[in-house]
């Protein structure tokens, strides 16, 4: 079993504080709620990077608590996360972002 290390560029974070002030903005500690969860998710990767279907040249792992999915690629011994997008939203927005992240 290979174990990684996670690294959560730039774009993943502003996204989980994009859906942090959404969520926030529906009820109070919502937005919050959201962050812990998403961070829990992304700290998963440590044991199950790279076992995901991959879509547009990354692993995608679905959420369990929200609608959203966490794009990330294996360099080296590292799971870099690169996006943590909301899945409500149309498929060509999702291939935007991800190739602008390449």
Known sequence: MNLYTVITTEFALNDLESGRDFYEKQ????????FDAMV?????LHLYAGIH????????????RFPYAIHDDIVSEMARV???LDQRSRPMYTYTE????N
């Open 40 to 44: 829990t998710e992304i700290e998963s």
């Open 53 to 64: 279907v991959k879509e547009y040249g990354f692993y995608k792992m679905l959420t369990k």
């Open 98 to 101: 991800l190739n602008t992240r």
């Open 27 to 34: 009820a109070p500690k919502l937005g919050d709620y959201f």
């Open 82 to 84: 690169v996006a943590v």
